[in-house]
């Protein structure tokens, strides 16, 4: 299945209401979320039948598109609904969703007033974002060129698909060179997130995670925080400055996609996969999976 092309799987998509055989859900060359970007997305992940904070990751698509300003013609509950849907029409328990909304075709301009809202969730299995292998070590992250706007720049706290041309290019220049994904800085040159994931990381025994002011402030991220506190961990969130990175022993990064991924490697910078990476992974994986775990605290 990985190989196959995503436009030539079998199964269905639910598509503007209805479940549609995949390879019917197309749209036409001149519709604006191409052209403009006016398009939010989400990722869930689906575990033992249950999508991971579900409702958290529908609030979040339908306030992207309230920023970008335009209004998903679902309910919170209609869309919570048809990501179940989908998910049991692909016979999944565990995989990843996309629910994606986009502007339509029905007039190309920088204006699209009247253009339809469309909303559409599909759903695959994707065991792991990362090689396996690399993840084992500790994956290794390039330097990205660009860095993550100011939010007055651009809508930073928006899943928004134009935010993600940055990450792309991002992250096919760290391919190109060997590296598993990059780090981006901010505007303002501090240490912000990979290109579809948050940061972490340990020195001392404390975990350091940058304030999340220019960027997405991820689900798996506050998962992880709340983990953290539970584990009696000490965590502050402050502005991480790049001469930092070489001071740190640990490095991880979060999002739902990645779960929790240790890093091994910021460009010259090395970092060892250690005991709070590793217990973070394990709550993380006992949390999304519901599993009720007793642990004494740090
Ligand atoms: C750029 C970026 N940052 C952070 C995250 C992590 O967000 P979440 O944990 O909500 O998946 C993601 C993934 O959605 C992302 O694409």
């Excluded at 995989?95 to 920088?110: F, T």
């Excluded at 910078?269 to 709550?283: E, R």
Aim: aromatic fraction near 10%; charge should be negative; proline fraction near 5%.
């Amino acid at each position: 299945m990985a190989d196959i092309p995503f436009d030539q799987r079998d199964g269905f998509i639910w598509f503007n209401g209805e479940l549609i055989p995949w390879a019917d859900a197309k749209i036409h060359l001149l519709t604006h979320g191409l052209h403009y970007a006016s398009c939010v997305f989400e990722g869930c992940r689906a575990y033992n039948g249950e999508i991971f904070k579900l409702r958290e990751h529908t609030e979040r698509l339908v306030n992207s598109a309230d920023i970008l300003g335009f209004k998903i013609p679902y309910s919170v509950e209609e869309i919570d609904d048809a990501c179940r849907a989908e998910l049991k029409a692909q016979g999944l328990t565990d995989g990843y969703l996309r629910p994606v909304a986009w502007r339509g075709s029905e007039g190309l301009g920088v204006s699209a007033q009247k253009n339809k809202i469309n909303l559409a969730v599909a759903a695959w299995e994707w065991p792991s974002y990362f090689d396996p292998e690399q993840r084992k070590r500790g994956i290794r992250l390039d330097m990205a060129k660009y860095r993550r706007p100011s939010p007055e720049t651009a809508p930073s706290h928006a899943k928004a698909s134009g935010l993600y041309m940055i990450c792309t290019i991002s992250k096919h220049a760290a391919e190109d060179k060997g590296y598993a994904d990059a780090m981006m800085l901010d505007y303002r040159g501090y240490v912000a997130e990979a290109t579809g994931a948050n940061i972490f990381f340990v020195k001392d025994g404390v975990i350091h995670t940058p304030v999340a002011d220019c960027f997405l402030n991820g689900i798996t991220r506050k998962t992880v925080i709340t983990l953290a506190e539970q584990r009696g961990f000490q965590l502050i969130e402050r502005h991480i400055l790049p001469e930092e990175l070489s001071t740190f022993e640990e490095c991880f990064i979060v999002g739902t996609a990645a779960e929790v991924t240790p890093v091994g490697e910021i460009g010259p910078h090395k970092y060892t996969p250690g005991a709070i990476s590793a217990a973070l992974y394990d709550d993380y994986m006992a949390e999304v999976r519901r599993e009720i775990r007793v642990h004494a605290s740090a």
